[in-house]
C-alpha cells in the first residue's frame, strides 16, 4: 500500500497564474480533506471531499475549489495566485464511515508563487 | 471549532519519559481527542486517539481526564526521532483544526 501520495512535490508559479495540486487517498479510503501550511504554523483546512461532493469547508475563498473523482483521488485547484498563497499543501485521507478516526496524510506539494 | 492549548515547547531527555499536556475546556461530548506528530519536512502523522477512557498504542499513550478537559500523551521512552511538533486537536466531523502545537526538543 503506498498511502496518501500527491503531486507534484514542488512547484513554482507567478501571481495570477492558477494551479491544480493532485491527491490519491489511502487504499479503501473514500475522504479526502486539503489543508494549506505556512512556514511556522500549523495546517489550516481547506476543505473535505467524500463521495464527489464538497462536504465541508474551511475559511479560504472561493478562489481556492476542488474536486473528487469517482476513484476517490482529488484535486485542489487555486486560481489567480497571490504571494500569500506559497504553503505547503496537504492531502489528507480517511475513512468516511469510520468517523473520528485516524488520518493519513501525504508528504504535501510545496508551492511558491513569485 | 473546540480549541486546545499546549504549551509552546517542551525539552527532554533521550531514553526519558515525556509528558505532553493539553487542555480542552470547550470539549463537546461528541469530541474525540486526537494527537498527531509533525517532523521536520514531512506530512502529519496520526500518533493515537481516544474518547474517554485512556489508551494505549505502540506508540504512545494517551491520559483523558475524567471531565475529559485535559489531556495528556505520554512518550514512555524518548527517542531522537521523536523531536517533532505535537499537535493536539479535537475532532467530531473528520475535519483537523490544527493548533501551533508543542515542540518537543529530545537531547542525547
Known amino acids: 500500500d503506498a498511502g496518501v501520495t500527491q503531486s507534484p512535490t514542488h512547484l513554482i508559479k507567478t501571481r495570477g497564474q492558477q494551479v491544480t495540486l493532485r491527491c490519491s487517498p489511502k487504499?479503501?479510503?473514500?475522504?479526502v480533506s486539503w489543508y494549506q501550511q505556512a512556514l511556522g504554523q500549523g495546517p489550516q483546512f481547506i476543505f473535505q471531499?467524500?463521495?464527489?461532493?464538497?462536504?465541508q469547508r474551511g475559511n479560504f475563498p472561493d478562489r481556492f475549489s476542488g474536486h473528487q473523482f469517482p476513484n476517490y483521488s482529488s484535486e485542489l485547484n487555486v486560481n489567480a495566485l497571490l504571494l500569500g498563497d506559497s504553503a505547503l499543501y496537504l492531502c489528507?485521507?480517511?475513512?468516511?464511515?469510520?468517523?473520528?478516526?485516524?488520518?493519513?496524510f501525504g508528504p504535501g506539494t510545496r508551492l511558491t508563487v513569485l | 471549532d473546540a480549541k486546545t492549548t499546549q504549551p509552546n515547547s517542551m525539552e527532554s531527555n533521550e531514553e526519558e519519559p515525556v509528558h505532553l499536556p493539553c487542555n480542552h475546556s470547550?470539549?463537546?461530548?461528541?469530541?474525540?481527542i486526537h494527537w498527531y506528530r509533525q517532523l521536520p519536512s514531512q506530512g502529519p502523522e496520526y500518533v493515537i486517539h481516544?474518547?474517554?477512557s485512556n489508551v494505549n498504542n505502540r506508540m504512545a499513550s494517551l491520559a483523558i481526564a475524567e471531565d475529559r478537559k485535559s489531556s495528556t500523551l505520554i512518550l514512555h521512552r524518548a527517542t531522537l526521532r521523536d523531536a517533532a511538533v505535537y499537535y493536539c486537536?479535537?475532532?467530531?466531523?473528520?475535519?483537523?483544526?490544527f493548533g501551533t502545537g508543542t515542540r518537543l526538543q529530545v537531547f542525547p
Open positions: 481516544g474518547l474517554t
Open positions: 487504499s479503501g479510503h473514500d475522504t
Open positions: 489528507a485521507s480517511t475513512d468516511g464511515l469510520a468517523g473520528g478516526g485516524e488520518q493519513f
Open positions: 486537536i479535537l475532532v467530531n466531523t473528520d475535519k483537523l483544526i
Open positions: 471531499y467524500y463521495e464527489e461532493e464538497e462536504r
Open positions: 470547550t470539549i463537546s461530548g461528541t469530541d474525540y
